[in-house]
């Protein structure tokens, strides 16, 4: 095989971003609907995306033994009706670890256990003070089955728990949960489990509807939205979102807990009287996010790694009270088709650039096309943060392999928009035609002959 080809494939295979694990990207397992597909079939569906870790809101022995020699982690729940037993009788907890986990694991693997969903948004004081105990009693049961380290104990919140989440920095928990929340972060700290957060941009659309409010939440080019405190310029609401819940949890001295974002999404469908949902803002939000936590750049806070994600939900649940949002958060079909395409399926094709796509060399003595000799593409000097974050997203979506901008790569330093992006749309130029139509970036970018390598990052292009 002649070097060039040998190349050619190199680039096709190993620089796909789906090829690599994806272990920050989840999925939401719900089953309130009356007509979905088997577990069983459910199970194979996940395995065929890049999808690894699924949550369920329950422990269904069917469900769980569906997942198992998949390696695909699970999250289980406890019910909010449960959540008074076990914080009163360990016996209680220990049956169910005994029933409901220890029988499936290891070969299903079962990753967290989360006690109650949204508690301590219900207004429920007694209950929720019964929550820390029964995740205690949860954990010493797991502890005495011998698996207390490797399956973790939490529970899951709205984002009500924030008395103040704008601007980012100012976020802060309501105080009159304060003592409660202390005490379960106190838990989360010393067992090392998450804070599980769910925090919906949809919802935050819905309540402020205008263009460029849309755009800030499906990760679209905007202006930004700068923190007046921090003085940090945010170019989404999921990354704003999440860091008022670091910024809380800092706030608390809780600054080694890290946070799990256990639902996010975006409905396709809605009423005639309803905001924000449809395909292409679905598609939109959760393809993006998908780049976004790809592109492993992090949020202002938390940079260079991205928060495990579950997306909202594999199917619709037709069986949901409420608006028809409500039961239109599927990315998959009742007959396991897509609903829309965000790129998740280990099987759709990998070369998606806006350009001519880099076809495969009919014979061995086709070369693999140079670019442009002394050509590489790098952002104008006006080229905003959030413009570049929009392509960086965008370039890591598609069939390139931003590895070397991700921690440990050779590229990862230094930690900025600009860096990451300058090496990512490059990187996209030279896998596709390299015309300069396809170094143009909505007009922030353009060709350059300085190589913009440095120390042992190399930069494609020109005469490498």
Not at 31 to 47: C, F, G, H, R
Not at 275 to 303: D, F, Q
Not at 392 to 411: K, R, V
Not at 427 to 448: E, G, I, R
Request: aromatic share 10%; charged share 15%.
């Amino acid at each position: 095989m002649s070097s060039l080809l040998w190349l050619f494939f190199f680039f096709l295979f190993s620089f796909n971003p789906l090829s690599r694990s994806q272990s920050f990207i989840g999925v939401n397992y719900g089953q309130v609907a009356d007509n979905l597909p088997s577990p069983e079939a459910t199970a194979k569906l996940i395995q065929s995306t890049s999808i690894e870790k699924v949550r369920l809101y329950g422990s269904d022995p069917v469900v769980i033994k569906a997942f198992a020699d998949t390696g695909i982690g699970i999250m289980v729940g406890v019910s909010n009706s449960d959540i008074p037993g076990l914080a009163s009788d360990p016996n209680f907890a220990k049956s169910w670890i005994d029933g409901n986990v220890v029988p499936f694991y290891p070969s299903s693997k079962i990753i967290l256990i989360n006690v109650g969903n949204e508690v301590m948004s219900y207004n429920d004081r007694n209950l929720m003070t019964q929550l820390l105990p029964a995740m205690q009693n949860l954990q010493n049961a797991l502890e005495s089955a011998g698996i207390g380290g490797k399956i973790k104990v939490s529970t899951v919140h709205s984002m009500a728990v924030l008395r103040q989440s704008d601007p980012p920095s100012s976020g802060s928990f309501d105080p009159s949960i304060g003592d409660l929340l202390k005490g379960l972060l106190g838990f989360n700290n010393a067992t090392g489990s998450p804070f599980a957060i769910n925090p919906y941009p949809y919802f935050a659309y819905r309540s402020d509807s205008r263009p460029d409010t849309l755009a800030f939440c499906l990760f679209q080019p905007n202006s930004g939205r700068v923190d007046s405190g921090s003085n940090i310029k945010y170019t989404n609401m999921f990354d704003a979102q999440v860091d008022a819940i670091r910024s809380a949890l800092d706030d608390m001295g809780f600054k080694g807990v890290e946070i799990v974002v256990a639902e996010t999404g975006w409905p396709y469908k809605g009423d005639n009287d309803e905001v924000g949902p449809s395909v292409e803002n679905a598609k939109a939000y959760n393809g993006n996010l998908i780049a976004h936590l790809r592109s492993m750049v992090g949020t202002p806070l938390m940079p260079g790694k991205s928060v495990d994600t579950y997306l909202f939900a594999v199917y619709d649940e037709d069986l949901k009270p409420g608006p028809t949002s409500e039961r239109s958060f599927g990315l998959f079909k009742t007959d396991l088709t897509m609903n829309y395409d965000v790129g998740l399926s280990k099987t759709t094709s990998q070369l998606k650039t806006p350009a001519t796509p880099l076809e495969a060399p009919k014979t061995q003595a086709s070369p693999l096309p140079k670019p442009k000799e002394g050509a590489w593409c790098v952002p104008k000097a006006d080229a905003s943060d959030a413009q570049l974050q929009a392509n960086l997203d965008y370039a890591c979506a598609q069939s390139i392999d931003c590895g070397p901008i991700q921690p440990g790569g050779a590229c990862f330093e230094p930690t900025t928009v600009a860096s990451h992006a300058t090496y990512a749309m490059n990187l996209l130029y030279q896998m596709s035609d390299k015309t300069p139509s396809t170094c143009d970036f909505s007009q922030t970018a353009s060709l350059t002959s300085t190589n913009p390598s440095y120390n042992q990052c190399t930069y494609l292009g020109g005469s490498t």
